[in-house]
């Protein structure tokens, strides 16, 4: 996480808990100074700052919850604070004054504008009538401090709202970024398998259509050669063709989930001659995935396993799918080949010998990791995680386990 980030976020926190402290001390140290007086107030005030406590507590739970009765909350609290408020004298009246601190607060998350502002004037009203009564009189080193503490709460809270409301648009911004820069780059990638296969071989093929134009009359059976060559290259170019498209929207991926095409993956490639013993096994229960989440992971293990029988030497590779908290899994592909120096590779810019560059930048749109441990002559262990977005809505379904 940036450190800008991290520092609005724990401002945040702050925000959020400070106005609950104040209501703690406030409303408990009065409570208890009463109880050590132990007079016939004592007893009449406690109920009521008991009853404001548990009052308090239970509506900032769910506060989120009320809706249009968060104003009549408000207004019981502010009513039971001022009844108490207005019973007490001198210090004692001072002290539970502060009171005013979180309930300004709660007057900031009123849903509109106009409520916030009445209800803060409200609060400040109250204020300063239940000081002038406490105090017999209009003393401005008495009012000064709580009624700015309101004030500066209030716009200060205010504040840390928009810089969550502005950081929650900027993270929004930049994984928005981060998918179409994804998007591009899979566009990218689609353009060069395209070019390096297709193209060039159906470029190859009409060549030799040519050359077998040429040839028709003077030389049948080479023209006749050249012609068969074609149509079995033709046969390879659909079943490539055929292999982009299922790439591109893997079948058993969308009807039986990112397990059933994994297990699937390492089958098909365990039975191509020259390939080691491919294992696949699950760990924890399974869980929805976002459609491109699954996507993602479904292309790199293919692009790890790819390496692992083309590069490693292996003779097993396992293939592990890990679920985690709802819509958290990772991929983890482990071989028991030559492995490499991770470091040697990535200082060499190597980002399509092993495929690894592409993979993570892959992930890393997707707000992911890429994580590569491998020592020359032990192996390698590839894990690839993806983390659900908050607001993830389309989703590949579990599956059948």
């Known amino acids: 996480m940036p450190v800008t980030a991290l520092a609005v976020r724990r401002s945040a926190v702050s925000a959020r808990h400070l106005p609950h402290l104040v209501f703690l001390v406030a409303a408990g140290g009065t409570l208890v100074r009463l109880v050590q007086l132990n007079n016939e107030l004592c007893w009449r005030v406690a109920p009521a700052t008991a009853a404001m406590a548990l009052l308090y507590a239970v509506g900032l739970s769910r506060w989120d919850r009320l809706g249009r009765a968060r104003t009549l909350l408000l207004g019981v609290l502010l009513l039971l604070w001022a009844s108490v408020a207005w019973a007490l004298w001198g210090p004692l009246a001072s002290g539970y004054a502060w009171l005013a601190v979180p309930f300004a607060v709660l007057a900031m998350r009123m849903p509109t504008r106009a409520e916030r502002a009445v209800a803060l004037g409200v609060i400040t009203a109250l204020l300063l009538a239940v000081l002038v009564r406490a105090y017999g009189a209009v003393d401005p080193d008495v009012l000064a401090p709580p009624v700015t503490a309101v004030w500066a709460t209030a716009l200060l809270y205010r504040h840390q709202q928009r810089l969550t409301q502005e950081l929650a648009g900027t993270r929004g911004a930049l994984a928005r970024q981060q998918r179409e820069a994804g998007r591009l780059a899979e566009r990218a990638r689609i353009a060069r398998d395209l070019h390096d296969t297709l193209a060039q071989e159906i470029a190859g093929s009409r060549m030799l259509l040519q050359a077998a134009e040429r040839d028709w009359e003077r030389r049948p059976e080479a023209a006749r050669r050249q012609v068969r060559v074609v149509t079995e290259a033709l046969g390879d170019h ?51 995935l976002p459609t491109e989440h699954a996507v993602a992971l479904l292309r790199v293990t293919q692009g790890l396993l790819a390496n692992a029988c083309e590069h490693a030497s292996a003779d097993q590779v396992q293939v592990t799918l890990v679920y985690g908290e709802e819509g958290t899994a990772a991929v983890e592909v482990r071989d028991d080949g030559t492995g490499f120096d991770p470091d040697a590779v990535r200082s060499a810019g190597d980002s399509r010998g092993f495929g690894l560059g592409g993979a993570r930048e892959r992930l890393v749109a997707l707000g992911g990791s890429l994580a590569v441990d491998s020592t020359p002559g032990r192996g390698t262990r590839v894990r690839a995680s993806l983390r659900d977005p908050a607001h993830a809505v389309d989703r590949i379904p579990v599956g059948a386990r």
Do not use: K, W
């Open 238 to 288: 659909l079943a490539q063709t055929r292999g982009i498209i299922q790439d591109l929207t893997p079948p058993v991926l969308a009807e039986d989930g990112l397990e059933s095409a994994l297990r699937d993956l390492c089958a098909r490639t365990d039975t191509t001659a020259g390939t080691p013993r491919i294992s696949f096994r699950t760990e924890h229960d399974a869980c929805p």
